[in-house]
C-alpha cells in the first residue's frame, strides 16, 4: 500500500533531480501543473542555495555512515543469533534511514528494498528491516534471517554508495521536509510502521527530526521571505518535540501499544499544526 | 382506531399539499419557506411548474445567502439541503490567537458564501494551493456558515470569563440520555449548510485547514434532509421515521416573532450576544430496527399525529390546530397525552426556531443496526427558559423515547452578525 501511495512522489522527485539531464524531461517537469519545478516558470533570479546544498549533502552522507555502520551491528546480531541485542539495535539503526528517507526514495528500489512492510511488495520479493522485524518479534527467533541480513547490509552499503550520486537541489529539501511528516502522519503515528515491534515512535521522531535539520538549513532564507512563517514553523516544531519529549524512555521512546488513544490523536494533530505551515516553505524558491 | 384508518387513507389519496394548505401556510408565515426553500409559487404543485423548476438554474442572486448583516445567516435562513456541523476545541493560546482565527474564519467563510475560493489564488508551483479546490466552478448553493462559542471558550484560558452569559452553560442532565464524549461538546460550534454536500464539505474542510495550530476539530456530523429537488412544493420533511418533522415552528419572516423567540438582546444579560442566539445541538439516535416492527397505530400515537398527512390526530390536515382536548367517540383524548406532539407543544407558551437534519452514520459495530437519527438543532433566546424546560418534559414522559436515545450534546451562543469590515465574533473581544 505504502509504495502505491508514494510513487508518484517519488517519481516527481526523481524527475526533479535529473531535471538538469536533458531538454526534454525538463520539458515534462514543466507540464505537469502540480510539479514544483525551479526552472521556467521562475520570474525573479533564484536565491542561491549552494551553501544550503552542501550543507544537507554533508548531513545525508553523515546519516549514511552511521545506518551502515549501525546496521551491520544490527545484522551481525540477527546472523549471530543474538535475540535480545538484535532487538535491542533495530529501531535506533532505522533511526538513520528515517532521517534522510526522501533521499533513499528518490533511489529506485532501494526504499522497498530496505523499508517495506509486510503487504508493500509481493510477498516473494519482501526482504529488508520489517521482514526481519516480523521473525524477532512475532517468531521471537533469529533462524532463518541469516538471508535476510545479509541482503540487508548489502543494501545499506549500495545506498551509501548511491547517495553520493543524487543531485539535491532546494526543491528536493522543501518536498522532503513535507513529505518526512507526511510519512509519520501515514503510517508511523497509527502505529502501522512497526507492525511487530511496535517501535514506531523512534520513526516518528526520526522523521521530525530530518524535516527539522532541513528546515534549520533553509532558515535563513525563509526568515528574509517570510519572518511571520519561519517564526511560526520554529514555535510548532518546539510544541511537537516537546509533546515527543515526553514518551521519551532510556535512550529511545516507549512502545506505541503504550499510548492512549487520545494521546495519538493529540501527537498527530501537531503534526498536522507543524505539517501545514511548513508546506508553505516552497516561497523560499520563488514563483 | 377504524377512524384512524380513516383519515389516513383520506390522506393518501389526496395530494401531498392542498392549495388551502398553502394560503395557510401564507397566513401563518411561510413555514413550508423555512423548511422547503422553494418560493411560495412553487407551492403550488403543478406538475408542469415542477418541470419548469428542474430546468431552471438558479442566478448567482438567489443561490447566494449574505454572509454579513445584522444576524448571522444560517438561523432564519430557510433551512437547504444538506449540513455538515463542525465542532473544535481550541488549542492555541490567548485571546489573541483566537481572534485571529476568527479574522481569518470570517475573510473565509465570506468569500466562500459568494461562492468563491477561499484567499488569493497564488501561481507559485512550490507551494500548496490555498484553496482546496472541490468547490471550483459550482455556485454558492446557499451556502451559509454560523459560528457560536461553546460554554468552554469561557473558562480561564482566554480571559473571557467575565463575558460568559450569565444564563449560558452546559446543559443539564436529561433522564435516558446516554451521552457519548466523541459527539458532546466544543469550544466553537460551526454550522455549515448548502444545497450542495460537497459545497459544505468544501467549507468544513477549509475552516479546519486555515484552524491549524490554532484549533483542533472534536466532532464532525453531516446530514441531511429531502433536496428541494425531490420536493419541488416544499412541504414539510419526514425524519427517518417517517413522519412530518417541523409542523410547528415559528414564523420566520416575522421580526416580532423573531424576537421573541430566537435574537438575544443586549439586557438579557451579555450585551455582546445582542442580535445572537443560542443554538441546542442533539445528536439522537434513532431505533429504526424497532420503529419498523411497530404498528402504524404505535407510530401515530407516539407521534400524536397521522403519518400519512401529518394532520394532529383526530384532526383533517397537517395545519389544522392541535387540540389536546379533543376526544374520540368512547370519549378518550385523540392525541394521548404522553405523545411527541402533546408534550412538545404543552400550553404553547414556550417556542424554539428548529432548524434539524437527518443523519445517516454507516452502521453499529456491535449490533450490525443501522446508526442513523435526527441531528436536532434549535435556535432560541434563552436556552434555559426555552429548551431545558421543553427537553426536560420530553425526557420524562415522551412516548417517543422507547425509539430515540440522545447520545450527543452541545449548545452554542452564536455570534451576532458582522458587518464589512468586521468579523465574528468581534463584539466578544
Known amino acids: ?287 | 382506531m377504524s377512524e384512524h384508518n380513516q383519515n389516513s387513507n383520506d390522506s393518501i389519496l389526496k395530494k401531498p399539499m392542498t392549495r388551502r394548505d398553502v394560503l395557510r401556510l401564507a397566513g401563518t408565515g411561510g413555514l413550508g419557506l423555512l423548511l422547503g426553500g422553494s418560493a411560495v409559487g412553487g407551492m403550488f404543485a403543478a406538475e408542469s411548474h415542477r418541470k419548469t423548476e428542474a430546468a431552471k438554474v438558479p442566478s448567482a442572486s438567489e443561490d447566494q445567502v449574505p454572509f454579513y448583516g445584522q444576524h448571522q445567516a444560517g438561523i432564519i435562513t430557510p433551512a437547504q439541503n444538506f449540513i455538515c456541523f463542525a465542532a473544535f476545541d481550541v488549542t492555541a493560546s490567548g485571546s489573541n490567537s483566537l481572534q485571529k482565527l476568527f479574522q481569518s474564519w470570517t475573510a473565509a467563510a465570506a468569500a466562500m458564501a459568494e461562492g468563491k475560493q477561499v484567499g488569493e489564488e497564488s501561481s507559485n508551483h512550490n507551494l500548496p494551493p490555498v484553496d482546496t479546490g472541490e468547490s471550483v466552478g459550482l455556485t454558492p448553493s446557499r451556502l451559509t456558515i454560523t459560528f457560536g462559542a461553546g460554554p468552554s471558550l469561557f473558562d480561564d484560558r482566554f480571559g473571557l470569563a467575565s463575558k460568559r452569559p450569565p444564563a449560558f452553560k452546559d446543559l443539564p442532565s436529561f433522564n435516558g440520555e446516554q451521552l457519548e464524549p466523541q459527539w458532546c461538546g466544543g469550544d466553537i460550534g460551526v454550522q455549515v449548510c448548502a444545497d450542495d454536500m460537497q459545497v459544505a464539505f468544501h467549507a468544513v474542510r477549509n475552516l479546519a485547514r486555515i484552524a491549524r495550530g490554532k484549533a483542533v476539530l472534536r466532532w464532525v456530523q453531516e446530514g441531511f434532509q429531502r433536496s428541494t429537488q425531490a420536493d419541488p412544493t416544499g412541504s414539510t420533511p419526514r425524519n427517518l421515521l417517517g413522519f412530518k418533522d417541523g409542523t410547528v415552528n415559528p414564523d420566520v419572516n416575522s421580526a416580532q416573532d423573531m424576537n421573541k423567540v430566537v435574537w438575544a438582546r443586549g439586557n438579557d444579560g451579555a450585551a455582546w450576544m445582542s442580535g445572537g442566539s443560542y443554538m441546542a445541538v442533539r445528536r439522537i439516535r434513532m431505533r429504526i430496527e424497532v420503529w419498523d416492527r411497530s404498528s402504524l397505530k404505535d407510530q401515530e400515537n407516539t407521534f400524536g399525529r397521522y403519518r400519512a398527512s401529518g394532520a394532529p390526530l383526530g384532526a383533517k390536515n397537517e395545519f389544522d390546530p392541535v387540540d389536546l382536548s379533543a376526544k374520540d367517540e368512547k370519549g378518550n383524548p385523540h392525541i394521548p397525552a404522553d405523545s411527541h406532539v402533546a408534550l412538545a407543544r404543552g400550553d404553547g407558551s414556550i417556542q424554539i426556531l428548529r432548524r434539524s437534519y437527518s443523519y445517516s452514520g454507516g452502521i453499529d459495530l456491535k449490533t450490525g443496526q443501522l446508526d442513523a437519527g435526527l441531528l436536532f438543532i434549535s435556535y432560541q433566546r434563552d436556552l434555559f427558559k426555552q429548551f431545558v424546560p421543553m427537553q426536560q418534559k420530553l425526557a420524562k414522559s415522551d412516548r417517543l423515547n422507547e425509539y430515540i436515545l440522545h447520545v450527543g450534546s452541545a449548545v452554542f451562543a452564536c455570534f451576532p452578525g458582522a458587518s464589512k469590515g468586521g468579523y465574528i465574533g468581534d463584539t466578544l473581544f
Open chain 1, 1 to 287: 500500500m505504502k509504495y502505491k501511495v508514494i510513487l508518484p512522489t517519488s517519481v516527481l522527485v526523481a524527475s526533479l533531480l535529473f531535471s538538469g539531464c536533458g531538454q526534454k524531461e525538463n520539458a515534462e517537469a514543466g507540464q505537469t501543473p502540480a510539479a514544483p519545478t525551479t526552472t521556467e516558470t521562475s520570474t525573479t533570479p533564484p536565491a542561491d542555495f549552494t551553501v544550503a546544498v552542501e550543507q544537507y549533502r554533508t548531513f545525508a552522507v553523515e546519516q549514511c555512515d552511521l545506518f551502515v555502520k549501525e546496521t551491520e551491528k544490527f545484522t551481525n546480531a540477527v546472523k549471530s543469533g543474538k535475540l535480545e541485542e538484535a532487538k535491542k539495535l533495530y529501531a535506533p539503526a532505522r533511526s538513520y534511514y528515517e532521517r534522510i528517507e526522501p533521499v533513499a526514495e528518490a533511489l529506485g528500489d532501494l526504499d522497498p528494498n530496505i523499508d517495506a512492510r509486510v503487504n508493500d511488495v509481493d510477498a516473494a520479493d519482501w526482504r529488508g528491516f520489517h521482514r526481519i522485524e516480523k521473525a524477532l518479534w512475532e517468531d521471537n527467533t533469529t533462524a532463518g534471517q541469516e538471508g535476510y541480513a545479509d541482503q540487508l547490509l548489502k543494501d545499506a552499503q549500495l545506498l551509501r554508495a548511491k547517495i553520493e550520486t543524487i543531485d539535491i537541489d532546494a526543491s528536493l529539501m522543501v518536498t522532503g521536509a513535507v513529505e518526512l511528516l507526511n510519512e509519520v502522519s501515514s503510517s508511523k503515528v497509527t502505529g502501522e510502521e512497526e507492525l511487530y515491534s511496535h517501535t514506531d515512535l523512534y520513526d516518528f521522531a526520526a522523521n521530525v527530526e530530518g524535516a527539522y535539520k532541513i528546515f534549520e538549513i533553509l532558515k535563513p532564507e525563509l526568515a528574509k521571505k517570510d519572518a511571520d512563517l519561519e517564526k511560526e514553523i520554529g514555535e510548532r516544531f518546539d510544541i511537537l518535540q516537546k509533546e515527543l519529549d515526553t514518551y521519551k524512555k532510556g535512550d529511545g521512546y516507549v512502545d506505541y501499544t503504550e499510548l492512549k488513544d487520545d494521546e495519538v490523536r493529540k501527537l498527530s494533530q501537531n503534526l498536522d499544526a507543524l505539517a501545514e505551515p511548513l508546506s508553505n516553505m516552497g516561497k523560499i524558491l520563488g514563483v
